[in-house]
Each structure stands twice: as structure tokens, then as C-alpha cells.
């Protein structure tokens, strides 16, 4: 069975320090992935998707990017946090033969930026 | 208008209620719909599809209305356990990217 995990799982930043969460699927191959930030109180919010490795997508203009260094990997960086980074990030992964589109997230990371 | 609209809540039910919730969507070329279930502090984790005849699993029916454009999700019997933010998302032919709601607060009580 497929299966995603993402760490870590919580993280305490100061501002102007640099991030690297990393997610990595394991039972599937090709799998197209995602990372969304969830704020609180606030909905899903899609950052990035990447439909095969080197192949990255951004939704939405900001200090964050993402890299797909191998087909199951996909990481999140940033070289200098600010205070409105902090939230929820989710990894995700669809199967890419199959475009109904269920996602399936890992655990989460929880990012406070201080 | 936003793309994809839930009711926040919270719906504050007791043990044993029908409950149902509505999730409006803008994008007439949507064609995959789902619902999504998230604890506090956790991910969501996928409930259910929607398919155009409407489906059922256990206590949970959802149903797609496309001339309306929304879909809804029928909880039966509330259980304690029940108690989550229920999200829906629609995606788009052709799309990889589903658009989720900002989700629907249940809180099911003794």
C-alpha cells in the first residue's frame, strides 16, 4: 500500500532563518505531489505541485520554493522565514494515471516563525 | 464569488442526528468532487468520492447536484466520534488541482 510521510513534524523558527521540510511517498510510482499551506483558521492553500522530478509549479508568489529531487521527494525550502510563513504545511500525492484527483496528505508540518 | 463555498459552522448536533452539510462551487467544467474529513491538528483524510449518482458508505451519503452546483454530505446517526471539519473539494477536467473549502465545523455532543 501507498504511503506518505513528511518531517519534521513541528518546528520552531526564528524570522530570517532558513526551512527545509521534506516528503517522501513510498508504494507508488510517478506520483504527481503537492504542498499546501493551511493558516489558521483558513482553508487549504496550494503552494506548489510537480508532476514529474524537476518539475515544479508554483500557485503563489512568495519567499518559498520546492524542489523534486527524485521521483517520490519533494522538499520545501526557504532561505529566509517570515513571521507569515508560519502555519500548517501539508504534502500531498495523486496517482497520475488516474485523474479523478483523490489526494492524499501526510501528517503535516506545524511551523511557528518567531 | 468564491470558487468553492462551505458553511464554516460549527453545526453543534447530539448523538444519534442526520446532519448535512453543503458545499457550492463556481467552475461549471468541474467534474471530480470529494469530501474530505480533518481532526483538530491533523491532515484530511479522505472520505469520500462524489459520483454524479450520488454514493453511500455507511452513515455517509453524498450527492452531487450539477445544474445547482454544489454537493452535500448526509451524516446519519451522529456519533461522538463524528466530530471534525468536514472539507469538500471540486477539481476541473483535465486538472491535477483540486480546490478545497475552507471546511465545515461539526461538533457532535452527548
Known amino acids: 500500500s501507498q504511503t506518505i510521510h513528511q518531517w519534521p513534524a513541528t518546528l520552531v523558527q526564528p524570522v530570517g532563518s532558513p526551512l527545509s521540510l521534506e516528503c517522501t511517498v513510498e508504494?507508488?510510482?510517478?506520483?504527481?505531489l503537492y504542498w499546501y499551506r493551511q493558516a489558521a483558521g483558513r482553508g487549504l492553500q496550494l503552494l506548489f505541485y510537480s508532476v514529474g522530478i524537476g518539475q515544479i509549479s508554483s500557485e503563489v508568489p512568495q519567499n518559498l520554493s520546492a524542489s523534486r529531487p527524485q521521483d517520490r521527494q519533494f522538499i520545501l525550502s526557504s532561505k529566509k522565514l517570515l513571521l507569515s510563513d508560519s502555519g500548517f504545511y501539508l504534502c500531498?500525492?495523486?496517482?497520475?494515471?488516474?485523474?479523478?484527483?483523490?489526494?492524499?496528505f501526510g501528517e503535516g508540518s506545524r511551523l511557528t516563525v518567531l | 464569488r468564491k470558487e468553492v463555498e462551505q458553511d464554516p459552522g460549527p453545526f453543534n448536533v447530539p448523538e444519534g442526528a442526520t446532519v448535512a452539510f453543503n458545499c457550492t462551487y463556481s467552475?461549471?467544467?468541474?467534474?471530480?468532487f470529494f469530501w474530505y474529513r480533518q481532526d483538530c491538528r491533523k491532515e484530511p483524510k479522505l472520505l469520500m468520492s462524489?459520483?454524479?449518482s450520488g454514493n453511500e458508505d455507511g452513515r455517509f451519503t453524498a450527492q452531487l447536484n450539477r445544474a445547482s452546483q454544489y454537493i452535500s454530505l448526509l451524516i446519519r446517526d451522529s456519533k461522538l466520534s463524528d466530530s471534525a471539519t468536514y472539507l469538500c473539494a471540486v477539481k476541473p477536467g483535465g486538472s491535477y488541482i483540486p480546490t478545497f473549502g475552507r471546511g465545515t465545523s461539526l461538533i457532535v455532543h452527548p
Open positions: 508504494g507508488t510510482s510517478n506520483p504527481n
Open positions: 462524489v459520483y454524479s
Open positions: 500531498a500525492w495523486s496517482e497520475r494515471a488516474v485523474m479523478t484527483g483523490e489526494l492524499f
Open positions: 467552475n461549471s467544467a468541474s467534474q471530480s
